[in-house]
């Protein structure tokens, strides 16, 4: 990979092909195309694709994918970033900017991740994704103007709602998907035998008091749900929060979950945004050396994958499962999978930070609404997911929302 993207005045020297409004369109593209294939990746584990033989336990599942994950990225940025420093090229940018990596790192991964994967748990990926995408895309909007100068104008405005408006059809076509894949098929109808032996339907018993079969049914203890119980007593007692109890019902907390998912990774975005933009040229002095793309790269990962192992500890400890059953209940394919999923989050991470040097943060998050119309694409060319009519206008409103973000700064 070119190291000369690091500098802005080299690569503005050598870029005049196409202008930065269009460089960073393609980077976000370029980006937001390989993170859909690095979610195929992590679908093919947790549906169980790769699976031989005995599973790992889904509840620090997700933990494992992230940490390893983000330590494999990391381990792919930290050597070059080693090499350009020692080689003079880049330097090591200042406390301000570590620190602030790695409260990016722990909006995004601990914050926005951890409970991304409580919201689909709670209220499903149908509602889960369009509303964490709607409050990402708002909150880059208004905290980009308030901190980061970002003029919100009336085409990045009509962007806005235009992609706002294709997610929430996203969402409204997998509920409708959904509702459909789990509407009750025909119940047959039932035939009545005419043996001698056979008991009258009518009654259950002989006698004056009989009472009708129909009614004793809807009367009797089994023909209740066995999920009601459960569902009843996590409505009374409320929903368990690491070591706490939220006393909430379960859609209520959801969404409070995907709102505060959708706000991490506003605050990520925006944070990165700040250390990846182009420096301030002042008049009399030297221009500043940018940040380099894998410095970032490595410190978000690297600390992404402290934060993952440290959650993914934590769970395996709570269910009694010791550290070695890393080596022991993970698959081999799942183990190469992740390297695959890891590799490729490194090339699609690197272009999503060179993409912050030339777009803002509102059109950064704007634009990963395409990940939203690929992954839905993937699910249903290769797993079988169905679509209908309002998908399609979805996707319609996704080309109209990335046309409109390519014609803004």
């Known amino acids: 990979m070119s190291t000369s993207s690091i500098d802005p005045n080299q690569t503005q020297g050598k870029r005049t092909v196409m202008s930065d409004k269009a460089y960073g369109t393609l980077l976000c593209i ?29 509840a620090w599942r997700g933990d494992w994918i992230l940490c390893f994950k983000e330590w494999i990225a990391a381990m792919f940025a930290i050597p070059i970033f080693i090499y350009l420093w020692r080689t003079g090229k880049t330097s090591i940018p200042g406390v301000k900017v570590i620190l602030g990596l790695i409260v990016a ?5 601990y914050i926005g991740i951890g409970h991304h994967v409580l919201a689909n748990d709670l209220i499903g990926m149908a509602l889960g994704l369009p509303v964490i995408r709607t409050i990402t895309i708002l909150g880059c909007a208004i905290f980009g103007a308030l901190l980061l100068r970002e003029k919100i104008t009336p085409l990045k405005f009509g962007m806005i709602c235009v992609l706002i408006a294709a997610v929430s059809l996203f969402g409204f076509s997998n509920s409708l998907a959904k509702k459909a894949k789990e509407a009750p098929a025909a119940v047959p109808a039932v035939e009545v035998c005419a043996e001698p032996d056979a008991v009258p339907s ?12 129909e009614e004793v049914r809807a009367k009797s203890p089994a023909a209740l749900p066995a999920e009601s119980d459960a569902e009843a007593e996590k409505m009374v007692s409320g929903i368990p929060y690491g070591s706490f109890t939220v ?46 793309a894998y410095f970032v790269v490595s410190m978000v990962f690297g600390f992404g994958g402290l934060f993952g192992f440290i959650a993914m500890l934590s769970k395996m ?18 183990w190469l999978s992740i390297l695959a999923a890891g590799i490729l989050t490194f090339f699609a991470f690197y272009l999503k930070n060179l993409s912050y040097r030339y777009a803002s943060a509102s059109k950064a998050a704007a634009m990963s609404v395409l990940q939203v119309l690929l992954n839905i694409f993937a699910g249903m060319l290769i797993f079988s997911e169905p679509t209908n009519p309002v998908f399609w206008a979805g996707a319609l409103l996704t080309v109209l929302g990335i046309i409109l973000a390519s014609q803004t700064s």
Do not use: H
């Not at 990774?265 to 990165?272: E, K, N, P, R, S």
């Not at 709570?318 to 890393?326: E, I």
């Open 105 to 109: 790192a722990f909006f995004c991964e």
């Open 202 to 213: 009518e009654k259950v018993s002989v006698g004056p008091d009989a009472v009708p079969a």
């Open 247 to 292: 006393p909430l019902d379960a859609r209520t907390f959801g969404f409070l979950c995907a709102f505060i998912t959708g706000m991490g990774y506003a605050i990520y975005t925006l944070i990165l945004r700040a250390v990846m933009k182009k420096p301030e040229l002042k008049e009399g002095e030297a221009a500043p050396k940018p940040v380099s």
């Open 30 to 58: 370029l980006s937001d195309t390989l993170f859909s294939v690095v979610y195929i990746f992590v679908q093919f584990i947790n549906r169980g694709w790769f699976l031989d033989g005995g599973t790992f336990a889904p």
């Open 317 to 334: 400890q709570a269910a009694g499962t010791p550290l070695s059953a890393l080596c022991t209940e993970v698959p081999t394919a799942c």
